[in-house]
């Protein structure tokens, strides 16, 4: 679905299930913009936003971390991400948060 929001403005939108195959595109190009759950399948989003925002070639990309879990905010904001995202999550907060690293 978040895919569909973001294509929908226009956006070139790449979406992956892993954070193994995330890291390896990474590894190619870099995005304007990560929005990246904290539960995946092979890792956690708050280390790797760290390690995002550690690595001197990707450390000015906004990236804005999603979690269903609404007292996981602090650890959120150690992990030095831009921005917050509870699910669920209202469609025009949602958009709100993504035009203010995209526009």
Avoid: W
């Avoid at 925002?53 to 959120?76: F, G, W, Y």
């Amino acid at each position: 679905m978040i895919g569909y929001l973001l294509a929908e403005l226009n956006l070139e939108v790449k979406t992956f299930t892993t954070i193994t195959s995330f890291k390896s595109e990474l590894n190619n190009s870099l995005p304007d913009l990560i929005i990246l759950d904290i539960m995946l399948p092979d890792g956690n989003g708050i280390d790797t936003c760290r390690e995002i925002k550690l690595d001197e070639h990707t450390r000015a990309i906004p990236v804005l971390l999603m979690s269903a879990h609404v007292n996981i905010q602090t650890k959120v904001l150690e992990s030095t991400a831009d921005d917050f995202i509870g699910k669920p999550f209202d469609i025009d907060d949602f958009m709100a948060k993504v035009n203010k690293y995209v526009a």
